[in-house]
């Protein structure tokens, strides 16, 4: 018996491999059904000792993947489709030397393609069909060609004699001839997946009513442009475009035929001399591909990353070991936009890989899938502050595909501002020494706000502080599992203690503050002396604790405070930072383009006015440094 746990795993997982939704009841105790079937055959009570089993064992894997999708299908579905596709044929007037291209997503065990081959046929048309699906065991049938006989009961006379009973072995089994065989082609394929190439008719019946709107809009939109001008689409009846406004910008538009099917035809407004055989036109905005080195030998869990970056029009390039990644980035001489690794992996851990990748010169952004063992978790730590950007839970990232996604897309993305045009923000001598002398600015705390790829930047910002140091706190947006681990080793490396920020905890010199609960920040001043407190209210943009809110409490306390923002997606703790810039008691500094790695936050301060300094990593320690070192000038004059 599966736990609820195990459940909502699987659950996710299905989605993530199949992109079907999985957020209502429909099919999922079927899915339960085919999965316990699955799992009781090897006599296995568990779930990740059955994904396990898939790592090594191809064909089970095949079998799991059919268990899990749709296999709805039938000879001549939808008859009213067929007579349309007749009509289209004969008024195109198609001949033998102009050779027809069709596809069918989503084509289960071939059915429909072979309907569709049938009509051409009849016909006397040179064609080709391509049918694919996510199912392997499903194409291999729809190789095959074969069929029992019962299914002439279900396919017009006419068509019967497409059928070769006498190239079976088997008893009741009849086969498609191998004239009509040789020009229908099968794949397995992901329809999510974003393609190129031409056809003039497209089916894709009764297929999306299993996806998300989201996942809807983005395969309609592939589809279309994939589709000839003056080609048709076909839709199953239980499906709609007219949710999705898909065309009103394009240089095409769509006439409804009747029974969901459209002719896709050029917009008359716009007197485009378009060739209707070419898509070049189309105006859909694909990214450049970029691609992806995928480090991981647990096939099962490369699979379902490997299917949302190809979506996404990521070319993947995948590696079982430490060995094979190595010899991949050569093959493609070092041009690898980016690299997700596992860190357990037989002969070299990914850790062990990514020291030696980083020594030997290597630049490429790396992000770390591991799971939550405390082992895998301190070697983790290390990578983080030694040159991995990023790291994703392995049991938490099914269910949120679309972060690591998001993460992928900010780390191999370059900035859409030019460094030329941001102003570098020094802070002027008349300020510096005002924050010098001033009584009121005595400087109480360091505060830093950072996200993707903070943890190397931290460890390079403060690493052997050779001054004692007022109250270092640190919001680092980071799974608050790993919290405890990464302030342990950044203390060590600082040379510091580190605290594990209590509720009504006092702050202290030379301590290091780093939040381990699941909560918000927020700091308290009763005279001197400055106070931690906890605040459970809503995560802001799914971040908690919120740099801004931590940054507004210092400037609502008035603390005096060196405040930074490093390198991270998003603005979380720009409005904060311009509030403490506002009270004129404290110094802002931010990370620069060069030397971030997603310069996302820090632009975002830069934008509104509140950094007083910019600059690299070692620009900041150097602006530290003399902080540090001119305190006690700062007491004395106080």
Same mark, same amino acid.
């Given at each position: 018996?599966?736990?609820?746990?195990?459940?909502?795993?699987?659950?996710?997982?299905?989605?993530?491999?199949?992109?079907?939704?999985?957020?209502?009841?429909?099919?999922?105790?079927?899915?339960?059904?085919?999965?316990?079937?699955?799992?009781?055959?090897?006599?296995?009570?568990?779930?990740?000792?059955?994904?396990?089993?898939?790592?090594?064992?191809?064909?089970?894997?095949?079998?799991?993947?059919?268990?899990?999708?749709?296999?709805?299908?039938?000879?001549?579905?939808?008859?009213?489709?067929?007579?349309?596709?007749?009509?289209?044929?004969?008024?195109?007037?198609?001949?033998?030397?102009?050779?027809?291209?069709?596809?069918?997503?989503?084509?289960?065990?071939?059915?429909?393609?072979?309907?569709?081959?049938?009509?051409?046929?009849?016909?006397?048309?040179?064609?080709?069909?391509?049918?694919?699906?996510?199912?392997?065991?499903?194409?291999?049938?729809?190789?095959?060609?074969?069929?029992?006989?019962?299914?002439?009961?279900?396919?017009?006379?006419?068509?019967?004699?497409?059928?070769?009973?006498?190239?079976?072995?088997?008893?009741?089994?009849?086969?498609?001839?191998?004239?009509?065989?040789?020009?229908?082609?099968?794949?397995?394929?992901?329809?999510?997946?974003?393609?190129?190439?031409?056809?003039?008719?497209?089916?894709?019946?009764?297929?999306?009513?299993?996806?998300?709107?989201?996942?809807?809009?983005?395969?309609?939109?592939?589809?279309? +442009?994939?589709?000839?001008?003056?080609?048709?689409?076909?839709?199953?009846?239980?499906?709609?475009?007219?949710?999705?406004?898909?065309?009103?910008?394009?240089?095409?538009?769509?006439?409804?035929?009747?029974?969901?099917?459209?002719?896709?035809?050029?917009?008359?407004?716009?007197?485009?001399?378009?060739?209707?055989?070419?898509?070049?036109?189309?105006?859909?905005?694909?990214?450049?591909?970029?691609?992806? +080195?995928?480090?991981?030998?647990?096939?099962?869990?490369?699979?379902?990353?490997?299917?949302?970056?190809?979506?996404?029009?990521?070319?993947?390039? %995948?590696?079982?070991?430490?060995?094979?990644?190595?010899?991949?980035?050569?093959?493609? &001489?070092?041009?690898?936009?980016?690299?997700?690794?596992?860190?357990?992996?037989?002969?070299?851990?990914?850790?062990?890989?990514?020291?030696?990748?980083?020594?030997?010169?290597?630049?490429?952004?790396?992000?770390?899938?591991?799971?939550?063992?405390?082992?895998?978790?301190?070697?983790?730590?290390?990578?983080?502050?030694?040159?991995? !950007?990023?790291?994703?839970?392995? %049991?938490?990232?099914?269910?949120?595909?679309?972060?690591?996604?998001?993460?992928?897309?900010?780390?191999?993305?370059?900035?859409?501002?030019?460094?030329?045009?941001?102003?570098?923000?020094?802070?002027? &001598?008349?300020?510096?020494?005002?924050?010098?002398?001033?009584?009121? &600015? !005595?400087?109480?705390?360091?505060?830093?706000?950072?996200?993707?790829?903070?943890? %190397?930047? +931290?460890?390079?910002?403060?690493?052997?502080? &050779?001054?004692?140091?007022?109250?270092?706190?640190?919001?680092?947006?980071?799974?608050?599992?790993?919290? !405890?681990?990464?302030?342990?080793?950044?203390?060590?490396?600082?040379?510091?203690?580190?605290?594990?920020?209590?509720?009504?905890?006092?702050?202290?010199?030379?301590?290091?503050?780093?939040?381990?609960?699941?909560?918000?920040?927020?700091?308290?001043?009763?005279?001197?002396?400055?106070?931690?407190?906890?605040?459970?209210?809503?995560?802001?943009?799914?971040?908690?604790?919120?740099?801004?809110?931590?940054?507004?409490?210092?400037?609502?306390?008035?603390?005096?405070?060196?405040?930074?923002?490093?390198?991270?997606?998003?603005?979380?703790?720009?409005?904060?930072?311009?509030?403490?810039?506002?009270?004129?008691?404290?110094?802002? +500094?931010?990370?620069?383009?060069?030397?971030?790695?997603?310069?996302?936050?820090?632009?975002?301060?830069?934008?509104?006015?509140?950094?007083?300094?910019?600059?690299?990593?070692?620009?900041?320690?150097? !602006?530290?440094?003399?902080?540090?070192?001119?305190?006690?000038?700062?007491?004395?004059?106080?």
């Amino acid at each position: 018996m599966l736990t609820p746990e195990e459940i909502n795993f699987f659950f996710a997982m299905v989605e993530s491999l199949t992109g079907t939704n999985q957020s209502g009841d429909f099919r999922k105790e079927v899915l339960l059904i085919n999965l316990e079937l699955r799992m009781r055959r090897f006599k296995i009570s568990n779930l990740f000792d059955y994904l396990n089993l898939l790592r090594d064992d191809d064909l089970e894997f095949k079998s799991f993947l059919s268990s899990i999708t749709i296999h709805t299908t039938n000879w001549f579905r939808e008859l009213p489709h067929f007579l349309i596709l007749e009509k289209f044929l004969i008024k195109k007037q198609f001949t033998l030397d102009k050779k027809i291209r069709i596809w069918i997503p989503g084509c289960s065990t071939g059915e429909e393609v072979f309907s569709f081959a049938f009509v051409l046929e009849s016909l006397n048309l040179n064609y080709e069909i391509y049918g694919t699906d996510i199912d392997p065991i499903c194409i291999e049938k729809a190789k095959s060609g074969t069929f029992n006989s019962e299914v002439l009961t279900t396919i017009p006379s006419k068509y019967h004699s497409y059928f070769d009973s006498k190239s079976t072995k088997a008893e009741n089994e009849l086969m498609i001839f191998d004239r009509i065989l040789k020009k229908c082609f099968f794949k397995n394929e992901d329809i999510r997946f974003k393609k190129t190439d031409f056809y003039d008719v497209i089916s894709c019946r009764n297929l999306l009513i299993y996806f998300s709107k989201t996942d809807v809009k983005n395969i309609v939109e592939n589809l279309i +442009l994939n589709l000839n001008l003056g080609g048709i689409l076909i839709l199953g009846h239980s499906e709609s475009l007219q949710d999705y406004k898909l065309f009103e910008k394009n240089n095409f538009e769509l006439d409804f035929l009747g029974n969901n099917c459209f002719l896709k035809k050029e917009r008359r407004s716009l007197n485009l001399k378009l060739n209707p055989s070419r898509n070049d036109n189309f105006p859909l905005s694909f990214k450049v591909k970029k691609t992806i +080195l995928l480090v991981d030998d647990v096939m099962v869990a490369r699979l379902p990353i490997k299917n949302i970056l190809i979506k996404n029009n990521y070319e993947v390039i %995948e590696a079982s070991s430490a060995r094979e990644a190595t010899a991949a980035i050569k093959l493609k &001489n070092g041009a690898i936009d980016l690299i997700v690794l596992d860190v357990q992996m037989p002969e070299e851990s990914g850790i062990e890989w990514l020291a030696k990748f980083r020594a030997s010169g290597g630049k490429t952004p790396v992000v770390i899938a591991s799971s939550s063992s405390p082992d895998e978790i301190r070697s983790l730590m290390g990578a983080l502050v030694g040159g991995a !950007q990023e790291f994703f839970i392995k %049991e938490l990232i099914y269910k949120r595909l679309d972060l690591l996604l998001k993460t992928i897309d900010n780390l191999t993305e370059k900035s859409l501002f030019s460094r030329k045009e941001l102003k570098q923000f020094k802070l002027p &001598n008349y300020i510096y020494k005002k924050f010098l002398v001033s009584k009121s &600015n !005595q400087l109480e705390i360091i505060a830093v706000g950072a996200s993707t790829g903070g943890p %190397e930047a +931290l460890n390079l910002l403060f690493k052997n502080l &050779n001054y004692a140091t007022p109250p270092i706190f640190i919001i680092q947006h980071i799974n608050v599992f790993f919290t !405890q681990y990464l302030a342990a080793t950044l203390a060590k490396s600082f040379g510091i203690k580190f605290s594990t920020c209590s509720d009504g905890e006092k702050l202290e010199d030379s301590t290091l503050y780093i939040p381990q609960n699941d909560v918000h920040i927020v700091l308290e001043k009763r005279g001197r002396d400055i106070f931690i407190r906890h605040q459970l209210t809503e995560a802001i943009h799914n971040i908690r604790p919120s740099i801004n809110i931590f940054f507004d409490s210092i400037a609502k306390e008035k603390i005096s405070s060196a405040a930074f923002i490093l390198t991270g997606m998003g603005k979380d703790g720009a409005n904060g930072l311009l509030e403490i810039a506002r009270t004129g008691l404290s110094y802002t +500094l931010a990370q620069d383009e060069e030397t971030s790695v997603v310069y996302g936050m820090p632009r975002e301060a830069v934008a509104n006015g509140s950094v007083q300094f910019q600059g690299s990593i070692t620009q900041l320690r150097e !602006q530290i440094d003399i902080i540090l070192k001119n305190r006690i000038n700062i007491r004395r004059v106080a």
